[in-house]
Protein backbone atom coordinates (compact mmCIF):
# COMPACT_ATOMS: atom_id res chain seq x y z
CA UNK A 1 0.00 0.00 0.00
CA UNK A 2 0.98 3.23 -1.30
CA UNK A 3 1.28 5.52 2.18
CA UNK A 4 1.78 9.37 1.85
CA UNK A 5 4.78 11.12 3.47
CA UNK A 6 2.14 13.87 4.05
CA UNK A 7 -0.13 11.78 5.79
CA UNK A 8 2.11 10.01 7.87
CA UNK A 9 4.32 13.16 9.33
CA UNK A 10 1.10 14.90 10.02
CA UNK A 11 -0.46 12.12 12.11
CA UNK A 12 3.16 12.47 14.04
CA UNK A 13 2.78 16.57 14.51
CA UNK A 14 -0.60 15.20 16.02
CA UNK A 15 1.10 12.86 18.55
CA UNK A 16 3.94 15.62 18.78
CA UNK A 17 1.14 18.35 19.56
CA UNK A 18 0.36 17.08 22.29
CA UNK A 19 3.39 16.27 23.78
CA UNK A 20 5.07 20.05 23.46
CA UNK A 21 4.02 23.09 24.22
CA UNK A 22 2.20 25.31 21.41
CA UNK A 23 5.34 27.75 21.10
CA UNK A 24 7.81 25.19 20.65
CA UNK A 25 5.79 23.28 18.24
CA UNK A 26 5.11 26.59 16.21
CA UNK A 27 9.56 27.34 16.59
CA UNK A 28 10.69 23.59 16.20
CA UNK A 29 8.28 21.38 14.22
CA UNK A 30 6.20 23.48 11.84
CA UNK A 31 9.39 24.48 10.14
CA UNK A 32 9.81 20.94 9.52
CA UNK A 33 8.50 19.62 5.94
CA UNK A 34 7.65 15.73 5.21
CA UNK A 35 10.23 14.74 2.70
CA UNK A 36 9.48 10.94 1.73
CA UNK A 37 8.35 7.67 3.16
CA UNK A 38 10.31 4.47 2.56
CA UNK A 39 9.12 1.14 3.54
CA UNK A 40 9.79 2.35 7.45
CA UNK A 41 11.68 5.39 7.76
CA UNK A 42 10.21 8.57 7.31
CA UNK A 43 12.52 11.03 5.82
CA UNK A 44 12.25 14.89 7.27
CA UNK A 45 13.47 18.24 5.93
CA UNK A 46 14.77 20.63 8.92
CA UNK A 47 15.94 24.03 7.86
CA UNK A 48 19.69 23.79 9.73
CA UNK A 49 22.18 22.08 11.10
CA UNK A 50 21.49 23.68 14.52
CA UNK A 51 17.82 23.24 14.10
CA UNK A 52 18.74 19.34 14.07
CA UNK A 53 21.33 19.33 17.03
CA UNK A 54 18.69 21.31 18.70
CA UNK A 55 16.08 18.36 17.57
CA UNK A 56 17.96 15.84 18.63
CA UNK A 57 19.25 17.60 21.93
CA UNK A 58 15.64 18.10 23.40
CA UNK A 59 13.28 16.04 21.36
CA UNK A 60 14.35 12.97 20.79
CA UNK A 61 11.52 11.06 22.93
CA UNK A 62 9.29 12.86 21.57
CA UNK A 63 9.87 12.22 17.77
CA UNK A 64 10.32 8.20 18.61
CA UNK A 65 6.58 8.39 20.53
CA UNK A 66 5.06 10.09 17.22
CA UNK A 67 7.63 7.57 14.71
CA UNK A 68 6.58 4.16 16.84
CA UNK A 69 2.83 5.40 17.07
CA UNK A 70 2.56 6.29 13.38
CA UNK A 71 4.70 3.53 11.88
CA UNK A 72 5.01 0.82 14.26
CA UNK A 73 7.87 -0.26 16.39
CA UNK A 74 10.21 -0.54 13.43
CA UNK A 75 9.72 3.27 12.19
CA UNK A 76 12.70 5.05 11.72
CA UNK A 77 13.28 8.64 11.25
CA UNK A 78 15.59 10.24 9.00
CA UNK A 79 16.57 13.76 8.85
CA UNK A 80 17.73 15.66 5.68
CA UNK A 81 19.81 18.67 6.87
CA UNK A 82 19.57 21.98 4.71
CA UNK A 83 23.04 23.34 4.21
CA UNK A 84 22.97 25.46 1.15
CA UNK A 85 19.65 25.08 -0.63
CA UNK A 86 20.95 27.35 -3.07
CA UNK A 87 23.85 25.28 -4.13
CA UNK A 88 23.09 22.94 -6.62
CA UNK A 89 26.36 21.05 -6.66
CA UNK A 90 25.69 19.66 -2.58
CA UNK A 91 22.65 18.00 -2.48
CA UNK A 92 21.31 18.61 1.15
CA UNK A 93 23.29 16.31 3.60
CA UNK A 94 21.37 13.70 5.13
CA UNK A 95 22.08 12.57 8.59
CA UNK A 96 20.15 9.80 10.26
CA UNK A 97 19.41 7.74 13.43
CA UNK A 98 17.34 5.31 13.70
CA UNK A 99 14.24 6.21 16.30
CA UNK A 100 14.41 2.85 17.99
CA UNK A 101 18.36 2.94 18.51
CA UNK A 102 19.80 4.63 20.81
CA UNK A 103 18.60 7.79 19.00
CA UNK A 104 22.31 9.02 18.74
CA UNK A 105 22.82 11.60 16.49
CA UNK A 106 26.56 11.36 16.72
CA UNK A 107 26.28 7.73 15.08
CA UNK A 108 24.92 9.61 12.24
CA UNK A 109 25.48 8.30 8.71
CA UNK A 110 26.79 10.73 6.14
CA UNK A 111 25.21 10.31 2.59
CA UNK A 112 26.38 13.14 1.19
CA UNK A 113 27.36 11.48 -2.01
CA UNK A 114 30.47 10.41 -0.54
CA UNK A 115 32.01 6.73 -1.77
CA UNK A 116 33.06 5.00 1.25
CA UNK A 117 37.26 5.14 1.19
CA UNK A 118 36.41 8.68 2.20
CA UNK A 119 35.47 7.36 6.02
CA UNK A 120 38.31 8.94 7.94
CA UNK A 121 37.71 5.95 10.26
CA UNK A 122 38.76 3.08 7.28
CA UNK A 123 41.61 5.30 6.21
CA UNK A 124 45.26 4.09 7.59
CA UNK A 125 47.57 5.55 5.06
CA UNK A 126 46.26 7.23 2.06
CA UNK A 127 47.38 6.23 -1.62
CA UNK A 128 47.12 10.15 -3.62
CA UNK A 129 45.54 7.62 -6.57
CA UNK A 130 42.75 6.12 -5.07
CA UNK A 131 41.96 8.51 -2.58
CA UNK A 132 38.88 10.04 -3.25
CA UNK A 133 39.36 13.93 -4.25
CA UNK A 134 35.18 14.52 -3.96
CA UNK A 135 36.45 16.88 -6.63
CA UNK A 136 34.04 18.03 -9.90
CA UNK A 137 35.53 17.67 -12.87
CA UNK A 138 33.78 19.62 -14.61
CA UNK A 139 35.37 23.01 -12.74
CA UNK A 140 38.48 24.23 -14.11
CA UNK A 141 40.84 27.46 -15.10
CA UNK A 142 39.98 26.95 -18.77
CA UNK A 143 36.15 27.15 -17.96
CA UNK A 144 36.29 29.83 -15.47
CA UNK A 145 35.88 33.65 -17.57
CA UNK A 146 38.69 35.95 -16.34
CA UNK A 147 37.14 39.72 -15.76
CA UNK A 148 37.98 42.79 -13.25
CA UNK A 149 35.94 41.08 -10.70
CA UNK A 150 38.16 37.96 -10.13
CA UNK A 151 41.49 38.91 -11.36
CA UNK A 152 43.77 38.97 -8.41
CA UNK A 153 41.50 35.75 -7.13
CA UNK A 154 42.22 33.58 -10.03
CA UNK A 155 45.96 34.73 -10.28
CA UNK A 156 46.89 33.82 -7.22
CA UNK A 157 44.72 30.37 -7.73
CA UNK A 158 46.67 29.55 -10.74
CA UNK A 159 50.06 30.61 -8.31
CA UNK A 160 49.09 28.25 -5.99
CA UNK A 161 48.33 25.67 -8.61
CA UNK A 162 51.66 25.73 -9.79
CA UNK A 163 53.77 25.59 -6.84
CA UNK A 164 51.13 24.60 -3.87
CA UNK A 165 52.70 24.99 -0.36
CA UNK A 166 55.69 26.86 -1.78
CA UNK A 167 54.04 30.37 -2.49
CA UNK A 168 53.05 32.77 0.17
CA UNK A 169 49.65 32.15 -0.54
CA UNK A 170 48.98 29.53 2.26
CA UNK A 171 46.70 29.86 2.65
CA UNK A 172 44.60 31.10 0.20
CA UNK A 173 41.66 32.64 1.81
CA UNK A 174 38.84 33.72 -0.91
CA UNK A 175 36.17 35.18 -0.17
CA UNK A 176 32.72 36.93 -1.91
CA UNK A 177 29.04 36.59 -2.08
CA UNK A 178 26.81 33.49 -3.10
CA UNK A 179 27.46 32.56 -6.65
CA UNK A 180 30.58 35.04 -7.47
CA UNK A 181 32.75 31.50 -8.26
CA UNK A 182 34.09 30.38 -5.26
CA UNK A 183 33.81 27.18 -5.10
CA UNK A 184 34.33 26.92 -8.78
CA UNK A 185 37.96 28.44 -8.55
CA UNK A 186 39.04 26.41 -5.51
CA UNK A 187 38.04 22.96 -7.16
CA UNK A 188 39.77 24.78 -10.61
CA UNK A 189 42.83 24.72 -8.23
CA UNK A 190 42.38 20.93 -6.87
CA UNK A 191 41.89 19.65 -10.28
CA UNK A 192 44.86 21.46 -12.03
CA UNK A 193 47.14 19.72 -8.79
CA UNK A 194 45.27 16.21 -9.33
CA UNK A 195 46.15 16.18 -12.53
CA UNK A 196 49.77 17.74 -12.94
CA UNK A 197 51.14 16.09 -9.33
CA UNK A 198 49.27 12.45 -9.03
CA UNK A 199 51.71 12.36 -6.29
CA UNK A 200 49.61 14.61 -4.63
CA UNK A 201 46.63 13.99 -1.99
CA UNK A 202 44.19 16.38 -3.08
CA UNK A 203 40.88 16.44 -0.83
CA UNK A 204 37.90 19.27 -0.92
CA UNK A 205 35.79 19.80 1.83
CA UNK A 206 33.18 21.42 2.51
CA UNK A 207 32.13 22.72 6.09
CA UNK A 208 29.51 20.71 7.07
CA UNK A 209 31.48 17.16 5.81
CA UNK A 210 34.28 18.33 7.90
CA UNK A 211 31.97 18.65 10.98
CA UNK A 212 29.95 15.92 10.42
CA UNK A 213 33.30 13.45 10.21
CA UNK A 214 34.33 15.31 13.23
CA UNK A 215 31.27 14.86 15.14
CA UNK A 216 31.65 11.07 14.30
CA UNK A 217 35.04 10.39 15.48
CA UNK A 218 34.43 12.34 18.64
CA UNK A 219 31.46 9.97 19.28
CA UNK A 220 33.66 6.78 18.31
CA UNK A 221 36.44 7.86 19.80
CA UNK A 222 38.41 7.70 16.57
CA UNK A 223 39.93 11.46 16.85
CA UNK A 224 43.48 10.08 16.42
CA UNK A 225 42.53 8.53 13.37
CA UNK A 226 40.51 11.51 12.03
CA UNK A 227 43.50 13.86 12.79
CA UNK A 228 45.84 10.92 10.63
CA UNK A 229 43.59 11.19 7.66
CA UNK A 230 43.64 14.98 7.73
CA UNK A 231 47.28 15.03 8.05
CA UNK A 232 48.12 13.07 5.21
CA UNK A 233 46.44 15.27 2.82
CA UNK A 234 48.83 17.75 0.63
CA UNK A 235 46.32 20.34 -0.43
CA UNK A 236 43.38 20.59 1.83
CA UNK A 237 40.45 22.84 -0.17
CA UNK A 238 37.89 23.74 3.14
CA UNK A 239 34.89 25.59 1.60
CA UNK A 240 32.77 27.88 3.38
CA UNK A 241 34.51 27.98 6.08
CA UNK A 242 32.23 30.74 7.88
CA UNK A 243 29.68 27.81 8.66
CA UNK A 244 32.23 26.85 11.39
CA UNK A 245 31.46 29.74 13.57
CA UNK A 246 30.23 29.12 17.33
CA UNK A 247 31.56 25.61 16.70
CA UNK A 248 34.55 25.69 19.26
CA UNK A 249 35.53 22.28 19.47
CA UNK A 250 35.30 22.04 15.37
CA UNK A 251 37.59 25.07 15.38
CA UNK A 252 39.97 23.46 17.83
CA UNK A 253 40.39 20.12 15.53
CA UNK A 254 40.69 22.51 12.49
CA UNK A 255 43.48 24.42 14.48
CA UNK A 256 45.14 21.76 15.27
CA UNK A 257 45.60 20.20 11.64
CA UNK A 258 46.02 23.89 10.02
CA UNK A 259 49.30 24.28 12.25
CA UNK A 260 50.56 20.71 11.44
CA UNK A 261 49.80 21.44 8.04
CA UNK A 262 51.10 24.32 7.59
CA UNK A 263 54.53 23.75 9.45
CA UNK A 264 54.97 20.88 6.78
CA UNK A 265 54.35 22.93 3.71
CA UNK A 266 51.18 21.83 2.69
CA UNK A 267 48.78 23.76 1.41
CA UNK A 268 45.65 24.76 2.46
CA UNK A 269 42.98 26.75 0.51
CA UNK A 270 39.57 28.30 2.27
CA UNK A 271 36.63 29.96 1.04
CA UNK A 272 34.28 32.13 3.27
CA UNK A 273 31.29 34.59 2.56
CA UNK A 274 32.98 37.22 3.84
CA UNK A 275 36.53 38.41 5.15
CA UNK A 276 38.10 37.45 7.83
CA UNK A 277 37.91 40.36 9.72
CA UNK A 278 34.31 40.53 9.17
CA UNK A 279 34.28 36.68 10.29
CA UNK A 280 31.90 36.34 13.97
CA UNK A 281 32.02 33.11 16.00
CA UNK A 282 35.26 32.24 15.59
CA UNK A 283 38.53 31.66 18.06
CA UNK A 284 40.47 34.89 17.18
CA UNK A 285 44.12 33.21 16.70
CA UNK A 286 41.86 30.86 14.00
CA UNK A 287 40.96 33.96 12.42
CA UNK A 288 44.94 35.34 12.52
CA UNK A 289 45.93 32.33 11.43
CA UNK A 290 43.27 32.70 8.36
CA UNK A 291 45.85 36.02 7.42
CA UNK A 292 48.96 34.56 7.53
CA UNK A 293 48.59 33.68 3.70
CA UNK A 294 46.62 35.98 0.85
CA UNK A 295 42.97 36.74 1.13
CA UNK A 296 41.85 37.88 -2.10
CA UNK A 297 37.92 38.64 -2.94
CA UNK A 298 35.62 37.35 -5.76
CA UNK A 299 32.76 40.24 -6.94
CA UNK A 300 29.54 40.47 -8.43
CA UNK A 301 30.38 40.12 -12.13
CA UNK A 302 30.30 42.96 -14.26
CA UNK A 303 28.23 42.92 -17.28
CA UNK A 304 31.16 41.80 -19.73
CA UNK A 305 32.21 38.89 -17.59
CA UNK A 306 28.86 37.91 -16.96
CA UNK A 307 28.16 38.42 -20.86
CA UNK A 308 31.38 35.77 -21.16
CA UNK A 309 30.29 33.51 -18.91
CA UNK A 310 26.99 33.20 -20.48
CA UNK A 311 28.12 32.67 -24.25
CA UNK A 312 30.91 30.01 -22.62
CA UNK A 313 27.88 28.06 -21.28
CA UNK A 314 26.08 28.29 -24.23
CA UNK A 315 28.82 27.16 -26.69
CA UNK A 316 29.99 24.12 -24.44
CA UNK A 317 25.99 22.90 -24.70
CA UNK A 318 26.61 23.80 -28.62
CA UNK A 319 23.79 25.75 -28.57
CA UNK A 320 24.63 30.03 -30.03
CA UNK A 321 22.91 32.54 -28.71
CA UNK A 322 22.06 35.51 -30.58
CA UNK A 323 23.71 38.61 -28.82
CA UNK A 324 20.91 40.76 -27.92
CA UNK A 325 19.53 37.28 -25.92
CA UNK A 326 22.86 37.19 -23.90
CA UNK A 327 22.86 40.79 -23.65
CA UNK A 328 19.30 40.87 -22.34
CA UNK A 329 20.67 37.54 -20.19
CA UNK A 330 23.65 39.82 -18.73
CA UNK A 331 21.37 43.18 -17.73
CA UNK A 332 18.40 41.59 -16.41
CA UNK A 333 19.60 38.16 -13.97
CA UNK A 334 21.22 40.62 -11.33
CA UNK A 335 20.76 38.26 -8.20
CA UNK A 336 23.63 35.92 -8.41
CA UNK A 337 25.43 33.89 -10.73
CA UNK A 338 23.75 30.47 -10.02
CA UNK A 339 20.62 32.16 -10.51
CA UNK A 340 21.87 33.02 -13.87
CA UNK A 341 22.89 29.27 -14.44
CA UNK A 342 19.29 28.11 -13.17
CA UNK A 343 18.03 30.06 -16.63
CA UNK A 344 20.53 29.39 -18.87
CA UNK A 345 19.48 25.48 -18.16
CA UNK A 346 16.07 26.15 -18.76
CA UNK A 347 16.83 28.00 -22.34
CA UNK A 348 19.00 24.78 -23.17
CA UNK A 349 16.05 23.11 -22.07
CA UNK A 350 13.72 24.57 -24.33
CA UNK A 351 16.57 24.86 -26.89
CA UNK A 352 17.33 21.20 -27.16
CA UNK A 353 14.10 19.86 -25.78
CA UNK A 354 11.33 21.32 -27.03
CA UNK A 355 13.15 22.40 -29.97
CA UNK A 356 12.33 26.00 -29.27
CA UNK A 357 14.62 28.60 -31.16
CA UNK A 358 16.34 30.86 -28.43
CA UNK A 359 15.20 34.21 -29.26
CA UNK A 360 14.40 37.41 -26.79
CA UNK A 361 10.65 35.90 -26.26
CA UNK A 362 11.82 32.84 -24.90
CA UNK A 363 14.33 34.76 -22.85
CA UNK A 364 11.91 36.58 -21.29
CA UNK A 365 9.42 33.85 -20.64
CA UNK A 366 12.00 31.69 -19.26
CA UNK A 367 12.93 34.58 -16.83
CA UNK A 368 9.60 35.57 -15.91
CA UNK A 369 9.19 31.72 -14.91
CA UNK A 370 12.20 31.45 -13.22
CA UNK A 371 12.89 35.14 -11.71
CA UNK A 372 9.50 34.49 -9.29
CA UNK A 373 11.47 31.63 -7.98
CA UNK A 374 14.71 33.04 -7.40
CA UNK A 375 14.73 33.59 -3.37
CA UNK A 376 18.39 35.14 -2.81
CA UNK A 377 19.47 35.12 0.41
CA UNK A 378 18.71 39.06 1.79
CA UNK A 379 21.25 39.85 4.22
CA UNK A 380 21.16 40.40 8.12
CA UNK A 381 22.69 44.05 7.31
CA UNK A 382 19.68 44.82 4.71
CA UNK A 383 17.20 43.49 7.15
CA UNK A 384 18.54 45.50 9.82
CA UNK A 385 18.67 48.50 8.30
CA UNK A 386 15.22 47.93 6.20
CA UNK A 387 13.80 47.42 10.16
CA UNK A 388 14.98 50.72 11.77
CA UNK A 389 14.15 52.47 8.82
CA UNK A 390 10.76 51.54 9.35
CA UNK A 391 10.79 52.00 12.91
CA UNK A 392 12.59 55.07 12.71
CA UNK A 393 15.08 53.97 15.34
CA UNK A 394 18.96 54.44 15.43
CA UNK A 395 20.48 51.25 13.81
CA UNK A 396 23.09 50.90 15.91
CA UNK A 397 20.83 51.12 19.01
CA UNK A 398 18.88 48.40 17.39
CA UNK A 399 21.86 45.90 16.88
CA UNK A 400 23.10 46.66 20.80
CA UNK A 401 22.03 46.17 24.22
CA UNK A 402 19.33 48.78 24.78
CA UNK A 403 16.48 47.40 26.87
CA UNK A 404 14.24 50.06 26.25
CA UNK A 405 10.58 48.81 24.71
CA UNK A 406 10.72 51.06 21.32
CA UNK A 407 13.91 49.49 20.55
CA UNK A 408 13.03 45.92 21.93
CA UNK A 409 10.44 45.44 19.35
CA UNK A 410 12.23 46.55 16.37
CA UNK A 411 14.73 44.17 17.07
CA UNK A 412 12.88 41.19 17.93
CA UNK A 413 11.13 42.14 14.46
CA UNK A 414 15.03 42.03 13.04
CA UNK A 415 15.62 39.13 14.26
CA UNK A 416 12.00 37.78 13.70
CA UNK A 417 12.70 38.04 9.75
CA UNK A 418 16.35 37.26 9.96
CA UNK A 419 15.10 33.72 10.96
CA UNK A 420 12.22 33.88 8.02
CA UNK A 421 14.52 34.88 4.86
CA UNK A 422 18.82 34.01 5.45
CA UNK A 423 19.65 30.63 6.66
CA UNK A 424 21.34 31.63 9.79
CA UNK A 425 21.26 29.47 12.89
CA UNK A 426 19.28 30.95 15.72
CA UNK A 427 22.90 31.35 17.80
CA UNK A 428 24.42 33.44 15.07
CA UNK A 429 21.74 35.98 14.23
CA UNK A 430 22.49 36.11 17.99
CA UNK A 431 25.66 37.09 17.48
CA UNK A 432 24.90 39.91 14.51
CA UNK A 433 22.93 41.46 17.57
CA UNK A 434 25.00 42.62 20.32
CA UNK A 435 26.16 38.81 20.78
CA UNK A 436 23.07 37.46 22.40
CA UNK A 437 22.22 33.69 22.55
CA UNK A 438 19.92 31.83 20.94
CA UNK A 439 17.38 31.29 23.46
CA UNK A 440 16.98 35.23 23.14
CA UNK A 441 16.09 34.88 19.57
CA UNK A 442 13.86 32.23 20.40
CA UNK A 443 11.91 34.47 23.04
CA UNK A 444 12.20 37.06 20.44
CA UNK A 445 10.63 34.57 17.53
CA UNK A 446 7.81 34.15 20.06
CA UNK A 447 6.80 37.73 21.09
CA UNK A 448 6.51 38.68 17.79
CA UNK A 449 4.52 35.61 17.21
CA UNK A 450 2.35 36.47 20.04
CA UNK A 451 1.68 40.11 19.11
CA UNK A 452 1.61 39.49 16.06
CA UNK A 453 -2.07 37.44 17.40
CA UNK A 454 -3.03 40.25 19.36
CA UNK A 455 -2.42 43.22 17.85
CA UNK A 456 -3.79 43.54 14.58
CA UNK A 457 -1.49 46.82 13.78
CA UNK A 458 1.48 45.03 14.44
CA UNK A 459 0.48 42.21 12.57
CA UNK A 460 -0.50 44.67 9.39
CA UNK A 461 3.17 46.64 9.77
CA UNK A 462 5.17 43.02 10.03
CA UNK A 463 3.20 42.30 6.88
CA UNK A 464 4.39 45.65 5.28
CA UNK A 465 7.91 44.95 6.23
CA UNK A 466 7.64 41.81 4.70
CA UNK A 467 6.05 42.83 1.64
CA UNK A 468 9.43 45.43 1.35
CA UNK A 469 12.05 42.86 1.97
CA UNK A 470 10.55 40.63 -0.46
CA UNK A 471 10.54 43.16 -2.86
CA UNK A 472 14.55 43.22 -3.14
CA UNK A 473 14.19 39.15 -3.35
CA UNK A 474 12.52 39.52 -6.56
P1 LIG B 1 30.14 30.33 -4.93
O1 LIG B 1 30.86 29.10 -4.47
O2 LIG B 1 30.96 31.57 -4.85
O3 LIG B 1 28.82 30.51 -4.30
P2 LIG B 1 30.05 28.90 -7.44
O4 LIG B 1 31.49 28.62 -7.62
O5 LIG B 1 29.19 27.78 -7.01
O6 LIG B 1 29.84 30.15 -6.49
O7 LIG B 1 29.51 29.53 -8.82
C1 LIG B 1 28.13 29.51 -9.19
C2 LIG B 1 28.00 29.13 -10.64
O8 LIG B 1 28.54 30.17 -11.46
C3 LIG B 1 28.79 27.89 -10.99
O9 LIG B 1 28.05 27.14 -11.90
C4 LIG B 1 30.06 28.40 -11.61
O10 LIG B 1 30.58 27.48 -12.55
C5 LIG B 1 29.58 29.67 -12.27
N1 LIG B 1 30.65 30.67 -12.30
C6 LIG B 1 30.97 31.55 -11.32
N2 LIG B 1 31.99 32.34 -11.68
C7 LIG B 1 32.33 31.96 -12.92
C8 LIG B 1 33.32 32.38 -13.85
N3 LIG B 1 34.17 33.40 -13.58
N4 LIG B 1 33.37 31.76 -15.05
C9 LIG B 1 32.52 30.76 -15.33
N5 LIG B 1 31.56 30.31 -14.52
C10 LIG B 1 31.46 30.89 -13.32
MG1 LIG C 1 30.37 27.70 -2.98
Known amino acids: MEVSYGTVWNDCLDVIREN ?25 QVPSQFFYEWLEDNYVPVLKKAIHTVLGPTGRLEYSVVVDSGNRQSPPVAVNYPANGAGNRRSAV ?4 F ?4 SPFQFKALNPQ ?5 LNPTYSFDNFVEGDCNRLARSAGVAVAKKPGITSFNPLMLYGGVGVGKTHLVQAIGNEIKANMPNKVVLYVDQNDFTNQFLN ?4 HKLQDFQNFYLQVDL ?3 DDVQFLAGREKTQEMFFHIFNQLHQSGKQIIM ?3 CPPRDLKGFQERLLSRFKWGLTADLQEPDFETKLAIINRKMLADGIQIPTEVSEYLAYSVDTNLRDMEGVLNSMIFHATLLKKEIDLELAKEVLKNIIKEIQSDVSVDFIQKTVSEYFKVDLDAMKGKVKKREIVIPRQVAMYF ?7 TLALIGENFGGRDHSTVIHALESVEDMMKTDPNFKSSVEELGKKLKLRVS
Do not use: H, M
Not at 115 to 118: H, N
Not at 217 to 220: D, E, G, I, P, S
Open 20 to 44: VGEENFNTWFKPISPLRVDGDVLTI
Open 236 to 238: LIL
Open 271 to 273: TSD
Open 217 to 220: ALQN
Open 130 to 134: TVNSR
Open 115 to 118: SDDY
Open 418 to 424: CKRYTQL
Open 110 to 113: NTNG
